[in-house]
């Protein structure tokens, strides 16, 4: 059986939000793909765990806020740097890249941004796209939120490019990010 996860530094949103939209296109649970989903924590968490997913041979594809892309802590880029593939030169020559050029490069890598801005998130981009439809500020939970997202609104064109991605490549070889440095950048 293939296996692929989804890390996410999005909001708890996403956990509920993902396999309800999943089961809602493809008429199957996301675990019927071999799909897990793992929160990592936060920002400054992802370059840990694609290095030890890396490590132990499991395929993966992150999905990640728009302010990922913003300098500082969690910046998406000294994530990956963590990950000892890339030098501290070479993310900075791609931090210096455009939003819309970093979010190009950032999808040849499994690595996709759910925002329009380097200020986005996924639940900015939810209600933009959605004026006219707002969830119930008592949920007290994000995931919940999620699900509520899920069962309200179809299944945004973003996300739906992730899925096809997933489904398409779902006999990836385990990740390697190593492959962020081309011979033609080094």
């Given at each position: 059986?293939?296996?692929?996860?989804?890390?996410?530094?999005?909001c708890n949103l996403v956990l509920g939000a993902l396999p309800e939209w999943y089961q809602t296109e493809y008429?199957?649970?996301?675990?019927?793909?071999?799909?897990?989903?793992?929160?990592?924590?936060?920002?400054?968490?992802?370059?840990?765990?694609?290095?030890?997913?890396?490590?132990?041979?499991?395929?993966?594809?992150a999905l990640i806020d728009g302010d990922s892309l913003k300098p500082g802590s969690g910046n998406i880029w000294?994530?990956?740097?963590?990950?000892e593939c890339m030098t501290n030169e070479k993310a900075n020559c791609l931090r210096g890249l455009s939003f819309?050029?970093?979010?190009?490069?950032?999808?040849?890598?499994?690595?996709?941004?759910?925002?329009?801005?380097?200020?986005?998130?996924?639940?900015?981009?939810?209600?933009?796209?959605?004026?006219?439809?707002?969830?119930?500020?008592?949920?007290?939970?994000?995931?919940?939120?999620?699900?509520?997202?899920?069962?309200?609104?179809?299944?945004?064109?973003?996300?739906?490019?992730?899925?096809?991605?997933?489904?398409?490549?779902?006999?990836?070889?385990?990740?390697?990010?190593?492959?962020?440095?081309?011979?033609?950048?080094?």
């Amino acid at each position: 059986t293939n296996s692929i996860t989804y890390m996410t530094n999005l909001c708890n949103l996403v956990l509920g939000a993902l396999p309800e939209w999943y089961q809602t296109e493809y008429n199957e649970p996301i675990e019927a793909m071999g799909i897990s989903i793992l929160s990592i924590g936060g920002k400054t968490n992802g370059g840990a765990n694609m290095l030890d997913l890396n490590n132990w041979g499991i395929p993966w594809v992150a999905l990640i806020d728009g302010d990922s892309l913003k300098p500082g802590s969690g910046n998406i880029w000294a994530e990956i740097e963590k990950t000892e593939c890339m030098t501290n030169e070479k993310a900075n020559c791609l931090r210096g890249l455009s939003f819309e050029d970093q979010v190009k490069r950032l999808q040849e890598f499994e690595i996709y941004v759910m925002g329009t801005s380097s200020v986005g998130n996924f639940e900015k981009v939810l209600e933009a796209e959605n004026p006219c439809v707002r969830p119930n500020s008592l949920f007290g939970s994000k995931v919940i939120e999620g699900r509520w997202w899920a069962q309200n609104i179809g299944c945004p064109p973003i996300v739906k490019g992730v899925f096809e991605r997933i489904r398409k490549t779902a006999s990836l070889q385990p990740g390697d990010i190593s492959n962020l440095v081309s011979e033609s950048d080094a």
